[in-house]
């Protein structure tokens, strides 16, 4: 239980930090190249700490590592992060197109039906006593 409690709770960190139109092409920026925050700072129009947090969001979810050298931090994307967040997609892409399929099950069996001992049928002229008429508060 608690191994699948630890992989939600990074499923979590790791869609949050996706979530953001920012932080996705922060990712995809350092996937293809080394960045310091202040390189990613220049390119967003938003303060460098609004960067800094942004690049903290990414790096809590693994999304990102920061080494720093010298006065610079430099980030780089981790493509391994965006595997597991791909793995997991396709794991709930399966579980709904299972829950689809058995839905396309249930809708094509003609099964029973509704029969003679089936009940009373409800629908709207079938109860014993009239509803009010809203207009006039009669029945």
């Not at 690049?55 to 980030?75: F, I, P, Y």
């Amino acid at each position: 239980m608690v191994v699948r409690q630890e992989s939600a709770e990074r499923a979590d960190r790791i869609f949050h930090a996706l979530a953001d139109a920012t932080r996705r092409e922060i990712v995809a920026l350092t996937l293809a190249g080394e960045y310091s925050v202040s390189d990613l700072a220049r390119r967003f129009p938003m303060s460098f700490a609004a960067v800094q947090k942004h690049v903290a969001v990414l790096e809590q979810a693994g999304l990102v590592t920061k080494e720093r050298r010298g006065r610079e931090q430099r980030v780089r994307g981790n493509a391994d992060s965006l595997r597991e967040a791909h793995r997991l997609l396709d794991q709930l892409a399966d579980v709904w197109r299972g829950r689809i399929d058995r839905i396309g099950a249930i809708l094509a069996d003609p099964g029973p039906g509704p029969g003679p001992d089936s009940g009373p049928e409800c629908g709207p002229d079938s109860h014993p006593h009239p509803h009010p008429d809203p207009e006039n508060g009669k029945e």
